[in-house]
């Protein structure tokens, strides 16, 4: 197990995932979260999934590429979309880090069996 999932955390991070995962919306709320670094914290929007345990908050990379899914910037219009979340790296804070990413694409639907 990685050690990072021992440590409590509200949020889901790139640790939380071991492969792509499809999550379904529930709800877009304005939240306040710790900046980095022990920066003052920041407005920024919360994504809570019908079928996960923790919430992410959303960067402007992500919420980008949810718009493209959905077609909509009014996050009301996000709710019960499906979307898939990655693990990869991106820079940040001056060096590489995991990161989560939202898949540009609509997931596939299930084939019936």
């Known amino acids: ?22 999550v379904t919306i529930d709800k877009v ?28 908050v959303l960067n402007k990379t992500n919420a980008k590429a949810i718009v493209g899914i959905t077609g909509s910037k009014d996050t009301d219009d996000w709710v019960g979309a499906k979307i898939t979340l990655y693990v990869t790296t991106c820079e940040a804070f001056g060096d590489t880090v995991e990161c989560i990413r939202v898949r540009p694409v609509k997931p596939a639907k299930a084939k019936a069996s």
Do not use: Q
Request: hydrophobic residues 30%.
């Open 29 to 56: 709320v304005a939240g306040e979260v710790g900046g980095e670094g022990g920066r003052d914290k920041e407005r920024k929007p919360i994504l809570y999934f019908s079928d996960a345990k923790k919430p992410m």
């Open 1 to 22: 197990m990685d050690y990072r999932r021992m440590y409590d955390s509200e949020f889901v991070a790139s640790w939380d995932l071991e492969d792509d995962v499809t």
